[in-house]
C-alpha cells in the first residue's frame, strides 16, 4: 500500500496549497491586488503536478483496479473522475480571471470568487479521496492489485513520477513559497533556485553515540544514549516536548556538557572536545528558534557562519545561498532581526552551510512556520540531502521528518525506545499512535 502513502504525501501538498490560496484570497476580498507572478507559479503547479501527473496515475491504476474489486465503487469514482477531467479547464478559467483582476477591483472580486470555488472543490475532493476512496481500496483490493499499483507509483525510471518529476515538483513549490507574502510565505521578489547537484551517499559512520548521559543539576535529560548517523543519511529524532531532543543535539554540538558515554565523529573521539573544535571538524547546527544575530545584517550572519572556513571560498558560498534564497539576497544588508520567522528560519540553515557541514544538525525547523512555509523547509532539507549531505534532524512534525528520514529514532525520557527505518517507524502502531495521531 506504499501508493496510499504517496497519494497521501500529495494530499498534504495539494491541502497546503488550497490554504494558500483561500488566504491569498482574503487579501483580494480586502482590497489587495492579485500577484501574477505568484498566482501564474501556483497555477503552474496545479496544471503540471494534479492535472498532468497525479490525478492519471489515480485513473489508471487505483480508481480502475477499484472499479474491478468493488461494485459500490462506482458512484463516488465517477464523481472524482469528473472532477480530473474537469481540472484543466478549471484552471484554464481561474488564469483567465486572473487576467481580468488586472483591469478592474470588480474583476478583481470576481477572480476571488472564482478561487473559492476552486478551493473549495479541491478541498472536497481531497475529503472524498482519504474518507471514501481510500478505506474502501485497503479493505477490498488484492494483494496483486497492492503490487501493480505501488509499481505504477513507485517507479523512479518513471518519466512523469520519478525521481526527475519530484525534483521539478520541489522547484515550482519552491517558487511558490519564495513569491508569496510574508504572511504565508518568503515575501521574495524572485524565486531562486532548488535544484541540488547530484552527490553520492557512503555508508562510512560519521557520527556513533554510545551510552550518552547528561544532566541539568540533579536532573538526568539522556539517558544512556546509542545512535549511530553513516555518510548521506538523513536521520530523524521524534519524540515529546521534554524528552530529551534539543539537549542530545546541544551535547553533539559541544555546549552541553556529558556526564557519560562517548561521541565519536568520523571514528575521533570529540566528547570532551570544546564547541568551536567540532565546528571546525564540520559539525554545523541550525538552533531551534533560529537564534539569529538580530541587530547584524543577514549578510553578517552568513559571514559568522564561514568564520572557521578559507576566505577565498566565502564569496562562492554565499552566492549558492542567494541562489537557494534570493530574499536573503534582496535584504542582505537589513538587521536580520527584521526578517519574518520563515526568513529567518532560511538564514538560520543557510548560515549553518556557510561552515561546510560534514554533518548538519537541524533543531525543529518547521515550528512555527505557516503551512506553505513547513513543506518549503522540508523541500530545502530533501534537496540538501540529495546532495549528500549528512543530516540529523530533530523535528516537533513526527510525521513529515519520518517521511523523508533513511532511518530513525524515537526518544523517551532520555533514552532511544524505537528505531528503524523512516518508513518502519511511519508503520509502527506505537509510533502512530503517540507522535502521529493516528
Known amino acids: 500500500m506504499e501508493a496510499l502513502r504517496i497519494i497521501g504525501d500529495e494530499h498534504r501538498n495539494l491541502w497546503r496549497i488550497a490554504v494558500t490560496l483561500d488566504q491569498l484570497r482574503g487579501e483580494i476580498e480586502d482590497g489587495g491586488h492579485a500577484d501574477r507572478r505568484l498566482f501564474d507559479a501556483i497555477f503552474d503547479y496545479l496544471d503540471n503536478f494534479v492535472d498532468r501527473l497525479h490525478h492519471p496515475k489515480e485513473d489508471d491504476f487505483l480508481f480502475r483496479l477499484l472499479r474491478a474489486r468493488s461494485a459500490e465503487a462506482a458512484a463516488v469514482l465517477d464523481r472524482l473522475q469528473d472532477d480530473h477531467r474537469a481540472g484543466p479547464d478549471n484552471l484554464k478559467a481561474l488564469r483567465a480571471a486572473l487576467a481580468a483582476a488586472a483591469n478592474s477591483p470588480a474583476a478583481g472580486q470576481e477572480f476571488a470568487a472564482a478561487l473559492k470555488r476552486y478551493t473549495d472543490g479541491l478541498k472536497a475532493h481531497i475529503r472524498s479521496e482519504e474518507k471514501d476512496v481510500m478505506p474502501l481500496a485497503r479493505t477490498v483490493l488484492t494483494d496483486a492489485d497492492w503490487a501493480e499499483i505501488d509499481a505504477a507509483f513507485a517507479d523512479n525510471s518513471d518519466p512523469l513520477f520519478g525521481a526527475s518529476a519530484q525534483a521539478e515538483f520541489r522547484e515550482l513549490f519552491h517558487r511558490i513559497a519564495s513569491l508569496a507574502p510574508e504572511s504565508i510565505g518568503l515575501g521574495g521578489q524572485t524565486a531562486g533556485e532548488l535544484t541540488p547537484g547530484a552527490g553520492p551517499a557512503h555508508a562510512d559512520v560519521v557520527l556513533s553515540i554510545r551510552g550518552l548521559e547528561s544532566s541539568y543539576g540533579r536532573i538526568k535529560a539522556l539517558r544512556g544514549i546509542d545512535l549511530e548517523i553513516r555518510k548521506g543519511e538523513l536521520v530523524a529524532l521524534v519524540g515529546a516536548n521534554g524528552a530529551g531532543k534539543t539537549t542530545l543535539l546541544r551535547a553533539i554540538s559541544g555546549v552541553q556538557p556529558v556526564g557519560a558515554g562517548e561521541i565519536r565523529f568520523a571514528g575521533e573521539d570529540i566528547t570532551k572536545l570544546r564547541a568551536d573544535l567540532r565546528m571546525r571538524k564540520g559539525i554545523c547546527q541550525s538552533p531551534e528558534g533560529r537564534q539569529v544575530f538580530g541587530p547584524l545584517s543577514i549578510e553578517d550572519n552568513l559571514r559568522l557562519g564561514a568564520y572557521t572556513q578559507p576566505k577565498a571560498q566565502v564569496e ?23 526578517l519574518s520567522g520563515g526568513q529567518q528560519q532560511m538564514l538560520a540553515i543557510g548560515r549553518a552551510l556557510m561552515g561546510r557541514p560534514k554533518l548538519l544538525l537541524l533543531d525543529e525547523p518547521s515550528m512555527g512556520l505557516a503551512p506553505l512555509l513547513v513543506e518549503e523547509v522540508f523541500n530545502v532539507v530533501k534537496s540538501l540531502k540529495a546532495q549528500g549531505m549528512t543530516i540529523f534532524l530533530v523535528e516537533q512534525n513526527a510525521f513529515a521528518a519520518l517521511a523523508i528520514a533513511d532511518r530513525g529514532y524515537v526518544l523517551e525520557t532520555g533514552q532511544t525506545t524505537i528505531t528503524g527505518s523512516g518508513r518502519e517507524l511511519l508503520e509502527n502502531e506505537d509510533v502512530k499512535a503517540a507522535y502521529l495521531g493516528m
Open 316 to 338: 562562492g558560498d554565499l552566492e549558492r545561498i542567494w541562489a537557494m534564497f534570493p530574499i536573503l539576497k534582496e535584504k542582505r544588508a537589513l538587521p536580520a532581526g527584521t
